[in-house]
């Protein structure tokens, strides 16, 4: 989510950068489309039926060019010394821009990315291959299945990023999900989530009630105007046990090229105000975004 401008920079080459030309496959779940960006020879935008959720640059796996993606690179950043490996559960998997992070910036990382769109994966890996010795494996199963299987304690960071379209799918959003979140990460593991929602906020409220019925910690990450209800756009959700060192994470979110706040501790509970955890039986997805808050041009 959140691409550059809108028609700035992903389109079919010109025969000036490269020779890369556009890549469309319809898998079971949607219109695939990976796109080669004119402005970096090796870098490729991945839409799923129109809605951007990937961009990846082969040559330069640590360049996060989506703001959210941006936001789970300095917590992963902060998640432990800088290059010590990471055993890290992707849910939602895209064009593997985070596994491709991690194993650049923590090399010896053991990655398991799951993503239920098999079409997608396939497409990724032949067109935008995984380097040897990364230590990710792709398995193509539904998100929440694939975790209820998965052994405790096993994980030291939990991502999820999973979109069915531009929608969060509803099993991926109740206290039975954040339980099992909780039982496969590791006593100082880090959960984190990307998640979009607008004024009056009642998903995102809503997620935060339920992971904090979970975990003893919860930072969220946004833009300003996101926070005050001015548009619909990206926060990237942060659930620990242990703590969080929110101060330092905002300084390098508010240094970025599109600032970003941390909201934690009381300011972080009067936002979620009265909002209840959300049950398997009443869970709904994230809200459909306005026309137009993800597009590409």
Do not use: C
């Amino acid at each position: 989510m959140q691409p550059r401008a809108p028609g700035q920079a992903y389109a079919s080459h010109n025969g000036e950068v490269n020779d890369s030309i556009p890549v469309v496959r319809v898998t079971e779940h949607g219109t695939v489309k990976l796109m080669p960006d004119v402005d970096r020879e090796r870098a490729w935008l991945l839409t799923v039926d129109g809605a951007p959720q990937s961009y990846v640059d082969l040559d330069e796996p640590t360049y996060l060019e989506f703001e959210y993606a941006r936001r789970l690179g300095y917590v992963l950043d902060a998640v432990a010394e800088a290059e010590a490996p990471l055993d890290v559960l992707h849910l939602g998997g895209g064009a593997l821009t985070l596994p491709r992070y991690v194993a650049a910036t923590r090399p010896g990382s053991r990655q398991d990315v799951v993503d239920a769109d098999r079409g997608l994966l396939e497409l990724v890996t032949e067109h935008l291959p995984l380097a040897d010795g990364t230590g990710i494996t792709l398995h193509a199963a539904d998100a929440r299945g694939w975790l209820e299987k998965a052994p405790g304690n096993s994980a030291d960071v939990l991502i999820a990023d999973v979109f069915g379209g531009s929608r969060i799918p509803a099993h991926l959003t109740s206290l039975g999900y954040a339980r099992e979140a909780e039982r496969v990460l590791r006593d100082d593991g880090v959960y984190l989530a990307n998640l979009a929602d607008s004024a009056p906020f009642d998903f995102l409220r809503s997620q935060l009630a339920t992971f904090a019925a979970v975990f003893e910690e919860l930072a969220l990450i946004a833009e300003p105007g996101v926070l005050r209800g001015r548009r619909f756009g990206n926060a990237v959700l942060i659930a620990s046990h242990g703590p969080l060192d929110a101060g330092a994470l905002a300084r390098r979110t508010a240094a970025d090229a599109f600032p970003a706040r941390v909201e934690h501790g009381p300011a972080l509970r009067d936002f979620v105000g009265g909002a209840r955890p959300v049950g398997d039986a009443d869970a709904v997805p994230s809200p459909v975004p306005p026309g137009g808050a993800f597009g590409i041009g």
